[in-house]
């Protein structure tokens, strides 16, 4: 399994945003929408081995996290506008949200829990910090189940940055730009198709 | 220099489209849309070194060429409905354009060039076609001047494959899967991030 955990700043907790104007009135929406579907779509197929999840910490109500997951999606379109009528679709059920994951529509799901929860929710997985200082990600070996933080435009508070060394993250790179949060994620997803390919050829 | 020459099989040649369908009244505009923010952003930073031209051949003029340019944008946000934006302020100058570039704002150029004027242009450069059985990007050699062509959501017509053979163009693939187009310009650019890096360690 991979999982991509994003924290974001600035995402609001409800579903008034405006869709005409997602990165002002949204908090940056438009980049969780572009995230949503690097994590999430290939050309011709969904990632059915992948979720993403989001922990909005923007107003009204933070915190927030919502769950988008690969092997249960449907009816979703691969561009900003229609992810973002479904992040209002999911956020309208704010005010029921508790701890656990509550699924409001196939594949996508709310919950109250912030960004240490989520991080509760993978004990198991192998934990990966993108950085732009961390080891080129081409030198780490990448557990099978594994899970990649990322920030967004502001990047992640050095709480979470704390409670991430205490769990033994890895600090990894992509490659030596700093990319968007989505590309990062689009250069994740090939580094690992690669290592499962290589690995199949081997065994094969 | 680093070009993308992208051909849209069904993008529309007229300001027309509506802005809250994309995919469907634009003829996969949010597809061209992410195409040039993935061809152009870094998380922090323009690429001034690269351009990225799409020939549009759906209705109700085609074919029409767009060029923008990373070195000269101004003004442009990131997401697609700003792209989007810019793209029908650029076809308003649709019945103005002729074989050269008319630049119609900061860095964004409209031409009516099919996609083999989009080919002649760059006979200097070394050309690559995104194809998923083509070589792996990392063994091949990418020239300092490089185009990169790719498809849509349906992919290129035998005539304009025939004429990159013709042009000795050298096929290559991006990894395992098959990625979206704004996916595999991200990878494109990752990797040549990479050789120049490299490439400029061994020289220091």
Redesign the interface.
């Known amino acids: 399994m991979r999982e991509f955990l994003l924290y974001s700043r600035n995402g609001v907790t409800s579903p008034d945003f405006n ?2 104007d ?2 002002g009135s949204g908090g940056r929406m ?1 980049l969780i929408c ?1 995230s949503i ?2 994590a999430l ?5 969904m990632r059915e081995d992948t979720k993403i999840k989001i922990c909005l910490n923007g107003p009204p109500d933070p915190p927030l996290s919502l769950c988008f997951d690969g092997s249960n999606l449907k009816k979703l ?6 992810i973002a009528i479904w992040l209002k679709k999911c956020l309208k059920y704010k005010d029921l949200a508790n701890d656990s994951w509550m699924e409001t529509h196939d594949g996508i799901f709310i919950s109250k829990q912030d960004f240490y929860g989520l991080l509760d929710e993978i004990r198991n997985y192998g934990l990966y910090l993108l950085h732009r200082e961390g080891e080129d990600i081409k030198e780490v070996k990448i557990e099978e189940d594994s899970a990649f933080i990322l920030g967004d ?1 502001i990047g992640l508070p050095n709480d979470i940055l704390e409670r991430c060394r205490e769990r033994g993250e890895k600090k990894i790179s ?7 949060t989505s ?1 990062s994620i ?2 994740v997803h ?1 580094e690992i ?2 290592i ?2 290589n690995s199949k050829s081997k065994k094969g």
């Open positions: 869709l005409k997602l990165p438009d572009r579907i690097s779509w290939l050309s011709n197929d379109s691969p561009d900003e506008r229609s435009n992509v490659g030596p730009k700093e990319y968007f590309q689009t250069l090939n198709d690669r499962e390919k």
